[in-house]
């Protein structure tokens, strides 16, 4: 499975943006997906994940409430809606595929970032 993310960009504080991770392969549905995101001199963090069928979701406390993600098997893409954005929301956002968790060891697949910038 290959994915790439996209979507990223510059936006001002309280604005939004929507990342999608497209999939190759024939296999996506098999895999739950999760955006994870890496700020400059930072740790890489999770974000949300989302389960195999899209019923289950769960975020990290920091974008509970403006962050919403979501996918299509059909289109073989995820999303990530970000709502609300902060100064603090800047990083490089990966979108993973693998076994529902918060932890990148849980993960096999990851794409190449995309890039958001929130000014303040």
């Known amino acids: 499975v290959q994915l790439q993310a996209s979507g990223g960009g510059l936006v001002q504080a309280g604005g939004s943006l929507r990342l999608s991770c497209a999939a190759s392969g024939h296999t996506f549905s098999s895999y739950a997906m999760g955006w994870f995101r890496q700020a400059p001199g930072k740790e890489r963090e999770f974000v949300a994940v989302?389960?195999?069928?899209?019923?289950?979701?769960y975020y990290a406390d920091s974008v509970k409430g403006r962050f919403t993600i979501s996918r299509d098997n059909a289109k073989n893409t995820v999303y990530l809606q970000t709502n609300s954005l902060k100064p603090e929301d800047t990083a490089i956002y990966s979108c993973?595929?693998?076994?529902?968790?918060?932890?990148?060891?849980?993960?096999?697949?990851w794409g190449q970032g995309t890039l958001v910038t929130v000014s303040g």
């Open positions: 993973a595929g693998g076994s529902y968790g918060t932890v990148p060891a849980t993960y096999y697949y």
């Open positions: 989302i389960s195999r069928s899209g019923g289950s979701t």
